[in-house]
């Protein structure tokens, strides 16, 4: 996958891209994905909930681009809603 870093939005937030790779890391655990609607061009955005290796709980948001493209829209500290929705993910695991 290649990804695609909105910088300001990382930058806005606190986030690094370092920080975004650990959440979106296919060996991360604590990760969970969550669909939102779908772009104004019709393409799948997922917004994914897991810590950094920091221990941080972060809310990351993708858009599918193509089959090998991923732009990174969105990445901060969790919010309250994706808090809600991540704690009741885990527990009905």
């Not at 061009?41 to 941080?56: D, P, S």
Request: aromatic share 10%; with cysteine; proline share 1%.
């Amino acid at each position: 996958m290649n990804y695609r870093y909105n910088q300001e939005s990382l930058d806005r937030h606190g986030v690094s891209r370092s920080d975004v790779d650990e959440v979106l890391a296919v060996t991360n655990v604590t990760t969970r994905g969550f669909d939102m609607e779908l772009a104004d061009e019709g393409n799948l955005r997922i917004m994914f909930v897991g810590y950094n290796f920091a221990g941080r709980l972060l809310e990351v948001g993708v858009e599918f681009m193509s089959e090998i493209e991923v732009r990174v829209f969105h990445a901060q500290a969790v919010s309250p809603k994706y808090c809600q929705l991540y704690k009741e993910r885990i527990s009905n695991e």
